[in-house]
């Protein structure tokens, strides 16, 4: 299955970023072949639709799960209708939420938070 999740540094020892769609970075593992894949986020310099930018991104890489602290109301729906699913992450580096989620310790994401129309304006 590949994973998707937002990070600060292309490293598997990086934190996971705070904000899915205005992430530097985003790493896409696949938990059966081990592969990492690091991604420059497009959507970070968004005047406003990062998160929903973000999450077609997601989608469009053939992601089945997004592991993020969380994540905007636009973005989710973009997810959920491509049925991705979305999981809180822990405090920790990208590769322990990677062995949390391969070991079934993550929780689904319930609370999706309004976007921030404008967010990036000056």
Known sequence: MKIAIPIDEKSMESSVCQSFGRAPYFLFYNTVTKEEE???NSA???????GIR???VVVDNANKAL???RCGENAEKVLT???VFV?????G???ENIEAFTS???SLLHDFHPGFHGHGEK
């Open 38 to 40: 690091f991604l420059d």
């Open 44 to 50: 970070v310099a968004s005047q406003g639709g990062a």
């Open 54 to 56: 973000a999450a077609q």
């Open 67 to 69: 592991i993020t602290p």
């Open 81 to 83: 209708k491509a049925e």
């Open 87 to 91: 999981y809180k992450s822990i405090s």
């Open 93 to 95: 580096t990208v590769k």
């Open 104 to 106: 079934n310790e993550l």
